[in-house]
């Protein structure tokens, strides 16, 4: 055995020495960050509102200007009042751990503001490509997360096993239902789209052909809507040679569900829902419907209306 650490040892043992901020110390950081910011754009803002004043002084009897509208205008004062009711959306709105039928261990996750939903960022490029492109709708909170399996038999220096990508929006009203109108849109343009696309392959660059499908294999499962998504590529073909390239890509199973205000996007990783301590175990379609189902519950928490 070498007595020196390698690169591995080394980042390992240096992660364990940082300094960790705790959730509170960051939502205080934060607020003071805000507040600052606050008060240097409401001092510009009464500054430019006074030199204006100075400017049209006396003309009491003369028509109102309309009001200009600059960026921190927008930013301290919103034009539109944000909906009432539940706004962040906290950790218990999403899956944990014991959720899954394999046991994953450590959570890793964030919250955002005014994030666009995205769903499949494939599919996306075939719409485009397709002539039918669609403007996410943008959310007004969002909170992800990884849930990953440290504890793997015979991997004990593994940084954790994915095991499902989870995303949950808060959307204004009306903005839910355009998600699932676009991604109906976009998977009847994309039922079958051809792709070509250089690769590597035996170390040396390859333009390749390849067929990708969408299909909705299962709706209303769980929530006030929901869908099954898979993706199926097909086997690239050189498009020079016309022989198949040893490539193996993976079919891709994610969901969409709805509850309320409140939509998410859940990806089992490493295509639909595969039980990697098994090794050749696939999640059922059934399986999976019914982790959506546990999304939905766990929604109901922080939805608006509640359940």
Known sequence: MRDDPTFV????????????????????????????????AAVAVLAVASLSAVAVGGRADGPDAPPVSS???????????EPTGRAEIPAEALLAPFD??????????????????????????????????????????SRSQTLLQKDVPGQAASPGVPLLAQDVYRLAPGATARVFTELDVALAACSDWREVAPVQWAGK???????????????????DESV?????????????????????????????????????????????????LSGSRWTSDAELCALGRSAARRMCVAANPSC
């Open 100 to 141: 899954l039928s394999v046991r994953g261990n450590v959570r890793l996750g964030e919250s955002g503001l005014h994030e666009p939903v995205r769903v499949d960022a494939l599919l996306e490029v075939c719409a485009a490509d397709k002539g039918v492109p669609a403007a996410q709708p943008v959310s007004r909170y």
């Open 205 to 223: 660059p390859v333009t390749v052909s390849l067929t990708h499908t969408w299909q909705a294999v299962a709706r209303d499962f769980a929530g």
């Open 71 to 81: 960026w921190p205008d927008r930013w301290l004062f919103p034009a539109e009042p």
């Open 228 to 276: 099954l998504l898979r993706h199926v590529p097909s086997q690239p073909v050189d498009v020079t040679t016309k022989r198949a390239v040893g490539l193996r890509l993976s079919t891709e199973t994610r969901m969409v569900v709805r509850v309320g205000d409140l939509v998410t996007v859940i990806v089992p990783v490493g295509g639909p829902g595969a039980d990697r």
């Open 9 to 40: 040892d080394r980042f390992h043992r240096d992660l364990r020495d940082v300094h960790w901020l705790a959730p509170a110390e960051i939502r205080a950081q934060a607020r003071r960050r805000t507040r600052c910011t606050a008060v240097a």
